[in-house]
C-alpha cells in the first residue's frame, strides 16, 4: 500500500501536468432502461464485465447487433449504467460501412442526428435519433478544474507524442466532480495519430 507522501505526491503530478492518459473507444451504445427490456427481456438489468476508468461507467457483458441502410456490425457492446435515450458511438469508417452520416457530436446531443435499428436477443428496436460519431474531449475533475482555471466546454488543443506526433485542435473539456482526469478518441483518431490505451498527450491552451 501507498504511503501518505506516496498519494499526496501522484496528486500533485495529476494536478500541474498538462499530460493526459489516453481512452481509446471501439463503437458501442448506451441504452435507455425501456430499450433495453424491448431487447433483453422485462425487468433486464445489465450484467458488468469490468470498470472503466470514469466512475460509475463499466462495459458489459451485452451485446447487440446494428444495421444501417448498406451494413451491419454485430456484437456491439453495451455501456452501463442505463441512460435516459439510447445513444450509438461509431467512428467514421464505420458510419462508411452502415451508410449512415452522423454528425460529430458530444454525448448526449442527439438533435438531428441519424437512427438505427437495433437487434437484441429478445428483441428488436428502430431509434429515430441517436447516431454519433463522439467529439474528442478530455474529462477533468473539478478539483484540478478549479485549481488550473479549467472550464466545463473550454476548446483546448491536444499535442501527442511519438512517430505520427500531432496537434488535435476542438478538444472539449468536461469538467465534473465524479470524473477521473482521462482523454477520450475514437478508434480512426486513435490509428492517425498512433495512438492506444494508456498512451499519454499534453493539453495546449491558447
Known amino acids: 500500500m501507498k504511503d501518505i507522501r506516496g498519494i499526496i505526491k501522484e496528486v500533485l503530478e495529476e494536478i500541474i501536468s498538462d499530460d493526459v492518459v489516453i481512452g481509446v473507444s471501439n463503437r458501442h451504445i448506451h441504452l435507455s432502461q425501456k430499450d433495453l427490456?424491448?431487447?433483453?427481456?422485462?425487468?433486464y438489468k445489465l450484467s458488468k464485465m469490468k470498470d472503466m476508468k470514469q466512475p460509475g461507467q463499466f462495459a458489459t457483458n451485452e451485446k447487440v447487433d446494428i444495421i444501417g441502410?448498406?451494413?451491419?456490425?454485430?456484437?456491439v457492446r453495451i455501456i452501463g449504467p442505463v441512460r435516459k435515450e439510447t445513444q450509438v458511438e461509431i467512428s467514421i469508417?464505420?458510419?462508411?460501412?452502415l451508410?449512415?452520416?452522423?454528425?460529430?457530436?458530444?454525448?448526449g446531443d442527439l438533435e438531428g442526428t441519424p437512427g438505427i435499428k437495433i437487434i437484441g436477443p429478445k428483441g428488436e428496436i428502430e431509434i429515430p435519433r441517436g447516431v454519433i460519431v463522439a467529439g474528442r474531449h478530455i474529462h477533468i475533475p473539478k478539483y484540478i478544474a478549479d485549481i488550473?482555471?479549467?472550464?466545463?466546454?473550454?476548446?483546448?488543443?491536444?499535442?501527442?507524442?511519438?512517430?505520427r506526433k500531432i496537434i488535435m485542435c476542438n478538444v472539449v473539456l468536461r469538467v465534473g466532480d465524479k470524473m477521473v482526469k482521462e482523454m477520450h478518441i475514437d478508434v480512426d483518431?486513435?490509428?492517425?495519430a498512433g495512438l492506444k490505451n494508456n498512451d499519454?498527450?499534453?493539453i495546449i491552451r491558447e
Do not use: H, W
Open 148 to 163: 488550473r482555471g479549467y472550464k466545463n466546454g473550454e476548446i483546448v488543443k491536444v499535442e501527442t507524442y511519438g512517430e
Open 189 to 192: 483518431e486513435a490509428n492517425a
Open 99 to 107: 451508410g449512415l452520416t452522423p454528425p460529430i457530436r458530444q454525448s
Open 93 to 97: 469508417t464505420d458510419s462508411f460501412k
Open 69 to 75: 441502410p448498406k451494413g451491419k456490425f454485430t456484437g
Open 200 to 202: 499519454y498527450v499534453k
Open 37 to 43: 427490456e424491448i431487447l433483453f427481456g422485462k425487468d
